[in-house]
Every structure is written in C-alpha cells, then in structure tokens.
C-alpha cells in the first residue's frame, strides 16, 4: 500500500471536519468516498469534497463499494460498534470516533470482530496525542510518581447551554445518545484518567444528576467515587452545568503529588518516599522534603484529531504502533457505564461490570423515556477548535 | 467584670499553648487557675505559669474552687461535653476546644446544658479568625457568587507519621479520641465548610478507610459525597497519609467559581450570571464571559487561637459579638458523625442524624475494639505552628 484510503461514515459535526483533514493534510491518506443518509449533509459533501470522492447514502452500498482501505466511523454514538463489525466483515480497516459505543455488550463484540478479523482498529482518542497527557503518562509510567495513592480529576469545564442541546433533537436522550456528559463530553477524559496512570477502577460509586441544569433527559452532573486493587481510591466529577468550570487532575503517589491544571504540569517531589519517611521518622510532626518541580511540556495541544489520522495511517503504511488502539475504548466506556448503573441502582458497581444488566437497564430508559424537546433542527455546530 | 478570670482544664498540647498565651497575650484575661490529673503536666506547670495560678489535680477541686469566671476545656474530646456541662452546672461560662466532642448525642447535652445556664459559650474554632475564610465568607453571604452549585473541598495535608501516632496510646483509637482525621485533623474544615457556605448537607454518603497508611484503628483516609437542600452537591478528600498533600477549596455558583488555595483566593466572575446566559444564549457552543479576579485578604493567618481567646474576653467584658458560638460546634461534627455512620453502614446518611444509632455504633467499636499499639508513652507534642 503506498496511500490509504479512507471512507467516512457519517458526515456530520466530526465527520465533516475529519473528511477536510484527510483531504489535504494526512500524509499518506486519501479521502476517496463519504456515506450519511442526511441529503442536507451529502450536499454538503458535493460542495466541499473533491469530486473523485464517493458519495454513498446507504451504508450498504458503501460498504459493498470496496472503495477504500480503511473506514472512518463519525456516526452517531449507538451505531459505532454495528458499523465497525459491518466494516471488518467486509474486510476494512476500521477507525472509530470516541465513544466506543453505548454499552460495552455491543463494544465487546465489535473488539471480538476486530481481532477475528485481523484488520487494524484504531479509535479516535485525540487527547492522546496531547503532550500533557503523554508527558503525565511518562511521570507514572516510568516510576517517578511511585505506588499511586488517590486520583481527583475535577472536569466541568465542559460547559453546555441549553441551545447546544436544541441543536440536535437526538442530542442528550437515552435513545439518540444513550448518556449525557459522560458519553458525550468525558470520553476523553474517562480514557486518559485510567491510560495516564495504568489503573482501572475494581469499584465504582457514582452520582449521577439527570437534567439538573438543562432541559434533557440524561446526566449532566456526575460525580464519582472508585477504588482500585492496589488500594488507591479516586474521585471523578463533572458537569456541563458550570462556569468557567475547573479541570484539574491531580494523582498523589509515594513520591509526591502531580497537579495537571491549565495546561501545566506540577510535580511536588518528594526527597525520600513517604513510606520510607514515615518508617524512619521519629519526630511527632514532621513530613518530607519536597520539591515543588514545573515539568517541561513542549509541543502545545499536540496534533490532537489528525495526529490520530496520520499514526493511523503510518501504522498501515509503515507499521508504526497505534497511539489508541480500538480495543481500549471499552475501559473508557466501561467506567461510564459502571457510573451510569451505580446511579440508577443506588448501590456499588463491581468490575467487570455486569454487561447485561446495564444493557438491560438503559432499554428500559429508552423505553420509558417520555421525554420532548423543543429543538432547533438538525443543525451542523462548527466543532473547530473544540477537542 | 474588669478581667476576666479563666481556669483552663487539660494542660496537654492545646491547654499548655493556651495557658502560656493567656498569661501574657490576651487583653483583660487572666490565668487564675488549671487542671490536670497527670503529675508531670502539673510539674510542668508549676515551673511555666506564674505562681499565681492555682492548680489542682480533679476536676470536683477544680470546679468547686470558683477561682475563675471562665473554663477553657482542653481535655480528651470525650470529656468536652462533660466537663462542659459540670461547668455551667457550677456557673461558669465556657468555652471549649474543638471538637465539640465525639458524638453529637452528647454534644447536644452540652447546648442544652449552655442554654440553659445562661452563661457565655464559645468554642476554639481559630480558623473561623483566618482573614481567608472571613473573606470567602463573605462573598458568599452577600451574594457575590450567587446561588453555590457545587462545593470541592481537598483537604489531603494533615500529613502524620506513624511517630505522631505512637506518641501517645489514646491517639487514633476509638475509646481515645473517637475517631482519626475526621475528629482530631478536620474539625477546622467540616466547621468552615459549612461556616462559609452557610450550607449544611441533607444527606452524606461517605468512604472511610481504616488504618490504611497508619498502624492505627481509626479512619486515616476519607471521601465523602453530600447533597445538599438548594441541590447543590459536595465532595471532601482528606487523609493523613500523603506527601505534600493539598488544600483546595472550590465553590461553584450561578456568579463563577472561587478557589481558595496557597492562602490565596481566586473568583473567576462571570459578566452576567449562568442561568441568565443559558436562558439567553441562542449560540450552540458558548460560555458566558468571565474575569479571573484576585481576591485581596489581608492580615496573613489572622489571630487564630489568641483571636478566639481575646473575642471571648471581649465578649464577656463588652458584649462583643461571639466569632464561634459553642452551639455551632454540632454541626461540623454532625458532619464528621454522618461520615463515619455511611461508612460503617456502607448506606447513605440522611440529616438530621440518628444520633442513637451512631451513639451506638461507636460503643461497637470501642467494645469489639481489639487494636494495641507500641506507644512512646504520653509525650507531648510542640503544637506551636500548627493550627
């Protein structure tokens, strides 16, 4: 293969933004068809896409057309994991937007079809390429922080008014979206919490608050208290609610505390690790000497969305290793769910979660759901600029 | 009254810094008498307090002697309540170190108690003088921030080796003090929390680990999720067992949000106040403007221990107006008590609090209680610095 080629599925809000990416700015990539069902959005692909590019209104016929390598799936959030299984059974490599999908049932089938089918599968976790996320990784990773106690990711500057929610009649439903703030907005945030430092909860308590602030049937104000194996616990709260809001994430470890705030990373290092400290001192009062140090950070936001493009398409063409590697969306999307069904059964939710019984509990959510919205259309939100 | 006459019980850390500040710092007091019943804290008082101050070796002497208008309580938290209701009983006013005591059942005896005499009742909440929390106090009360969303309390630097706790046997034991972090650490915290929010919560669901980084019986690591009446939610992070730890303090209202940390207080103001932004706002993505203002305190850490001490005088000698009534002192432990109760229960905690049953369950641990520890004997500690 000397270029890939790829096919997006799903033309909307990221779609349309990743269809000009892979035009004209992925080295190695080729934007050679494009599918939505919207006629509003195929027009907009007749005007804004090269005329040698594809357009399909049917994902059948897009997927029989066999006019690319690889898919890229930007439709809504319920059909990621049908989609990318269509995509592997008709011998495509796969790219899925985050989040993986609604539940992890069907995430865990697509994972199963993924590996049955020897394709590359790639998940658009952009925040990734963030070198403030890399570099907190790399802190953990390579043993400068030590055994990690506690977690605290404070996450609400995601701020929504009511008018994004109008925006989309789907938007913020159980049925159109499956989840609020948690599906919608922290996928990132659920994925780097546990990618950062290499720990996933074995329990998770949650409070959830469903149209609290806004006019919408799902969560828009979370906050979640886990625990680990190794003992440590953590706290994960998160709104959209809230202004200017906060993301701070702070991780306290053996030896020391790092503090990721305003694009910043602070590491109050300890001279010796507490535990050894605290076997050796005698002296009442008294803590260790601690070093407060400003981690170098270099390269901005990093490529974010088309560093994902182009690692994908480097690891066809050249095999280079996947920054995000599709069959970890389901730990994200694992610790939301397991949130979600803490709050609905008011009770502790163990890992592995119980697949079915949340399954079983959103149906009922869609199936109850007596909830209207007034809506401004289907409108298209310019996303630039936001990650 | 021209000076008023105090008489402190408990000449331990706390008692022994009051006594010596009483003596010389505080404007028309006068030491005139203690109390303790250990032989080397009465030796040291003979040799550090002027002749003058009688001392005496029970609390029935002590009591009976009516050698002061005042009785400070330094003792054990347990006895807080007891010696405080002996003290009214005999006709003194009051004023009481924190906690108010270890169980609220108790510490409900002693308002009564209080009210009743008609005496002054005061309580050592010195924080409550700290020109930081007056200020957040006040933006708050007047309205500044608006109607409070959310309240983020990290409150992870009581750092404490293992040495602190081995200096003396009743520290971090359920029949000594009744509790770890929750009632010798944060007292101050759970106190303003409420104090400068003006929110107490409606239900308190809580993770206590026990003994986790310590070689002790009672809680060294907390987590603690409220809700508050208006809606508004809640976390507070505390332990003893990280290095360097932190103190962050975060409200979130309808005006911004105000951090107060590194004895700094930031308030992120917003131009026109959210609900009126979102109600307005027709824009999709968009936020309301906001100003990041810092917010002047002045005065450094305020008077503390000697300003609770002087308003007191004060309040005796002139009517000035109590800084920390006595009364207030069950909230923060009602706080405190909901936190242990959810934990032991593994349930929520609904306000007001069963009192009987957490009066119950504490008699549980101390019965079954089964922890001895290697102790350094009863030393101790210089306090001065800390608050």
Redesign the interface.
Known sequence: MEQVRYGIIGIGNMGSSHALNLVDKIKGAQLTAICDTSPARLEWAQAHLPESVQKFDTPEAFFASQAMDAVLIAAPHYDHPVLAIQAFENGYHVIVEKPAGVYTKAVREMNEAASQSGKLFGIMYNQRTSPLYTKLRDLVHSGELGNI??T?W?I?NW??????YN?GGWRATWAGEGGGVLLNQDPHQLDLWQWTTGLMPKRV?A?C?FG???NIEVED?V?A?V?YEN?A?G?F?T?V??????NRF?L?GDN??I?VEDDKITF?R?RVP?PQ???E????????E?WKCDIPVHGGHGPQHNGILQNFTNALLHGEKLIAPGEEGIRGLTISNAMHLSAWTDDWVDLPLDEDLFYDKLQEKIKNSTFRKET?GG?V???SG?H
Chains 1, 2 share one sequence.
Do not use: M
């Not at 609610?241 to 906060?246: I, S």
């Open positions: 106690k506690r605290n404070i609400t701020y929504r008014s009511q008018s994004y925006s308590r409070f608050h609290k602030y806004r104000d906050t208290y625990e003992g616990t706290v709260v709104t609610g809230e202004a200017p809001g906060t702070e306290s020391g505390k503090v109050w300890l507490e400290f605290n076997a001192y005698t002296g009442g009062f008294g803590q260790p601690c401004a409108k939100l310019d996303v936001t």
